[in-house]
């Protein structure tokens, strides 16, 4: 059985700026380079020994990857691929994320889910992506990756992860926002499909 562990990207510096980062990119910030390793020390205390690793093909995918591997006490290198990028947020690319909220606050209302309101932003604007479109890339590099060995890391972002686990059945309905920074989600690759058991969870990794 393969399990695969996606990773949220440590905080970079737009998420630190609270600005939209989709296919914009930054480096990881101080406290993004101190949690990848905090979350890389994790995986060695609970005995994780990954077997391969991919990212998504930003700066800080790459370099919470990086440095969460060290960490771990791997000597691997991810794989960067673009289809675990994030979804892209069109024209309102880095923009502040008040103005994201303010822009969604115009078309969608208030107690719509997450996900609802990230197809409007795609509806309304042709250079944004939709959720559907970042699951079929995710979902179609999931089935890749699970090929890779018994233990996989994934370093993607929040979005991409919210997408890939409505693929996958996951009830997101309650969620008005995506993951932290760092947390830690696990799909399980099983005889009969798929196994989700972490939803981006924050607290320390477990064996």
């Given at each position: 059985?393969?399990?695969?562990?996606?990773?949220?990207?440590?905080?970079?510096?737009?998420?630190?700026?609270?600005?939209?980062?989709?296919?914009?990119?930054?480096?990881?910030?101080?406290?993004?380079?101190?949690?990848?390793?905090?979350?890389?020390?994790?995986?060695?205390?609970?005995?994780?020994?990954?077997?391969?690793?991919?990212?998504?093909?930003?700066?800080?995918?790459?370099?919470?990857?990086?440095?969460?591997?060290?960490?771990?006490?791997?000597?691997?290198?991810?794989?960067?691929?673009?289809?675990?990028?994030?979804?892209?947020?069109?024209?309102?690319?880095?923009?502040?994320?008040?103005?994201?909220?303010?822009?969604?606050?115009?078309?969608?209302?208030?107690?719509?889910?997450?996900?609802?309101?990230?197809?409007?932003?795609a509806e309304v604007d042709p250079l944004a992506e939709s959720p559907a479109d970042v699951a079929r890339r995710?979902?179609?590099?999931?089935?890749?990756?699970?090929?890779?060995?018994?233990?996989?890391?994934?370093?993607?972002?929040?979005?991409?992860?919210?997408?890939?686990?409505?693929?996958?059945?996951?009830?997101?309905?309650?969620?008005?926002?995506?993951?932290?920074?760092?947390?830690?989600?696990?799909?399980?690759?099983?005889?009969?499909?798929?196994?989700?058991?972490?939803?981006?969870?924050?607290?320390?990794?477990?064996?």
């Amino acid at each position: 059985m393969t399990r695969i562990w996606v990773v949220r990207h440590g905080q970079s510096m737009l998420n630190a700026a609270e600005r939209m980062q989709g296919w914009s990119d930054a480096p990881l910030t101080e406290l993004g380079r101190i949690q990848a390793t905090e979350r890389g020390h994790d995986f060695a205390e609970a005995g994780i020994r990954f077997d391969a690793a991919f990212s998504g093909d930003g700066i800080r995918h790459r370099e919470t990857a990086t440095r969460l591997l060290a960490a771990a006490g791997s000597d691997l290198q991810a794989q960067s691929d673009p289809r675990w990028r994030e979804l892209c947020f069109g024209k309102l690319e880095a923009a502040r994320a008040t103005t994201f909220f303010e822009f969604m606050a115009d078309h969608v209302a208030a107690d719509n889910p997450f996900m609802e309101t990230l197809d409007t932003l795609a509806e309304v604007d042709p250079l944004a992506e939709s959720p559907a479109d970042v699951a079929r890339r995710a979902t179609e590099a999931l089935h890749e990756v699970a090929e890779a060995g018994s233990e996989v890391l994934v370093v993607t972002s929040g979005i991409t992860i919210l997408t890939l686990l409505d693929a996958l059945g996951v009830d997101l309905a309650h969620l008005t926002s995506g993951p932290e920074n760092l947390s830690v989600s696990t799909v399980h690759r099983v005889d009969d499909g798929w196994r989700v058991d972490r939803i981006a969870a924050t607290d320390p990794v477990a064996g």
